[in-house]
């Protein structure tokens, strides 16, 4: 038969074994996750895009994709968390990220909401424009890629 793009959205969900909803959501949001109760709900599974984007945060949640890259050595002096040397490139390409491409995104927001948008629309972006993504941020990919590897199935 015809392939319906909703069809294809949602083999997705079931592909990443994630529960989603679809519609009956505010105004102002495309889509939401919820960690409380795991669940993805959508406006239409129409669009791949916000699909790709709450997706990736249900991802992040089960796998603790960021609380990895968020994991403290120790604490300054004031109490403030200070991060493994080793992710601070990550760190500081996803808040580039969420700063330029998330809706409302400032610097003052907290580093877990900056990473977390920011892989997400990293993601989204990299769905939208692979291309584009690999040329202006491959490195990010690469690191995303190594930080989340172990969720792919080896072939």
């Known amino acids: 038969?015809?392939?319906k793009v909703h069809d294809g959205v949602r083999n997705v969900f079931k592909h990443f074994g994630v529960p989603y909803g679809e519609g009956k959501i505010p105004k102002r949001l495309l889509g939401y996750y919820r960690r409380d109760n795991k669940k993805v709900r959508v406006r239409?599974?129409?669009d791949i895009v916000t699909a790709t984007h709450e997706i990736t945060h249900a991802l992040d949640d089960r796998h603790g994709i960021i609380?990895?890259?968020m994991v403290p050595t120790g604490f300054s002096v004031e109490g403030k968390p200070i991060y493994d040397p080793a992710t601070k490139k990550i760190r500081?390409?996803?808040t580039?990220?969420?700063l330029e491409l998330?809706?409302?995104a400032k610097k003052s927001h907290n580093l877990e909401l900056r990473l977390k948008e920011g892989l997400s629309v990293?993601?989204?972006n990299t769905l939208l424009d692979r291309n584009k993504q690999l040329e202006k941020n491959g490195d990010l990919l690469n690191e995303i890629f190594k930080q989340t590897q172990s969720l792919y199935p080896k072939y």
């Open 44 to 46: 239409s599974t129409f």
């Open 96 to 98: 580039s990220q969420y």
């Open 92 to 94: 500081a390409m996803l």
């Open 67 to 69: 609380k990895k890259i």
């Open 1 to 3: 038969g015809d392939y």
């Open 102 to 104: 998330y809706p409302g």
């Open 122 to 124: 990293t993601i989204e």
